[in-house]
């Protein structure tokens, strides 16, 4: 059963079924067209993607500018992501209601307008502050634009938009460190937030003149505050554990206070959902078995995917020596098989289906976390090119895939939640792998290192010293103090680079055990039953 849908040919305010022809009633010229609509909410969505890596060139510099702390600049990232992360859902809930257009656009002048305040900051607070906003209007925009998507393309077309659309936020994903790295070193820590106020308005301007408002018939009419509350607080808990549990560590209780606070607002928000009239997530949603499992695959793809690429840029940048630029230029391969693959896993999923394409995906990033775990000190150019290509190539049918059977499984009412979901699965996937595969690689080295030291002969280190050395070995830096002598601190390095390679491997090869997991529920998954929702809501 599908939802009918009403288009809005103005903005806010109007409506009326599409006619005959397929397009929507006032549409004319430039206003409605898919293939523009798509390259609009591109450029809005490559900011929120492009900020997600970006910053973390820069993060050295603001530190230095600023004369911030480590502790503070962590949170110029974790403030931005935990915003995202939190209000995701809530906000495709916001676009479902008040039209994906309007809140598209809000989101696009608040993100610019937050990375204008970022630039004009003199102090790590306002920085942090500032970045909060910047989540927040992302997780206005990013449901939006799949929302805008759902409801322009027909099914038959939906999987190839969808396609470039991921195709747009792996480049900019992958890209934004060596365009970071380029800004930082040539211009200043400033120009990586300024670039999006230029981008923001060019993004203004098209959604103006291209985007048109669609609206489902029984679109929700009301709020459910308490369940927004509820579930803000559960991802909020969860995701605050995650940041801090690397500090506090896994054992801690304050770790396991904030996850068992997590378990329970997420059990009393599903016990409010079945209660209130129109609820936040209906959880007759979740009935659907593709959803779901498309839901568990973009978690599952995030561990990693996020948390293997953690530790390959320290790779690059501690172990072989590369500045920003270069590390950044080395992973090319991984965004241009990106770019490549995700319009082509776009055209194979409309003909063959979501199934063999999203397994086939999984099951090749698996092979290249397995091959990411053989890297070694100094392994060539070449062999690290091969298993980042190939890493791109099994993420692109993941990325395009998975965000279909979302989407395309959910009621055309409920586009923007399912959007919602969909970045909230990857949010937190990402912040789940960064945090389990970090805990693996700190696990490894505290095991690893004593023992190595000692073979290697070196002076025996206070247990606070040892700490000290774990801490930087983690992140690929050898712990060399000043004046000492050259044959010592060759040794030392050896050491951390060959302890920190120890780390890596177990972590990659755990994520190519989570890769093979997701390898199965993939075949869980189906084209999406409500795809066609969308179809002659616009003209091709």
Known sequence: MTSQI??????????????????????SGLRGHPWLTLITVAVGVMMVALDGTIVAIANPAIQKDLGATFQQVQWITNGY???????????????DRFGHRQTFLIGVVGFAAASGAIGLSDSIALVVTFRVFQGLFGALLMPAALGLLRATFPAEKLNMAIGLWGMV??????????????????????????????????ALVLGLL????HRAQNAPRSFDLLGIALLSGAMFCLVWALIK??????????TWLFIGASALG????ALWETKVAEPLIPLKLFRSVPLSAGVVLMVLMAIAFMGGLFFVTFYLQNVHGMSPIDAGLHLLPLTGMMIVGSPLAGAMITKLGPRVPLAGGMAVTAVAMYGMSTLKVDTGSGLMSLWFALLGLGLAPVM????????????????????????AAMQIGGSL????????????VDSDLPVNWKDAGLPPLTPQQLGQASEAVQVGVAPVTPGIPAPVAEKITGVAHDTFISGMSLASLVAAGVAVVAVFVAFLTKRGENAEAGAGAAHI
Do not use: C, Y
């Open 81 to 95: 992501f935990l915003a995202l992360a939190v209000s995701l859902i809530t906000a495709g809930k916001l676009g």
């Open 266 to 269: 997420f059990v009393l928000f």
């Open 169 to 202: 936020i792996g480049a900019s994903t992958a890209g934004g460190p060596i365009l970071g790295g380029v800004l930082v070193e040539h211009v200043n820590w400033q120009s990586v937030f300024f670039i999006n106020v230029p981008v923001g308005a060019l």
């Open 6 to 27: 009403t288009l809005d040919k103005t903005g806010p305010g109007g409506g009326g079924p599409s006619d005959a022809s397929g397009r929507a009633p006032g549409a």
């Open 245 to 254: 549990a690397p500090e506090w560590g896994w054992g801690d209780g304050k």
């Open 400 to 423: 395009v895939g998975a965000t279909e059977v979302i989407v395309g499984n959910a009621p055309m009412e409920l586009s923007g939640v399912a959007g919602g979901l969909q970045q």
């Open 433 to 444: 792998g960064t945090a389990v595969l970090g805990a693996v690689m700190a696990s490894k």
């Open 210 to 213: 291209i985007l048109l408002d």
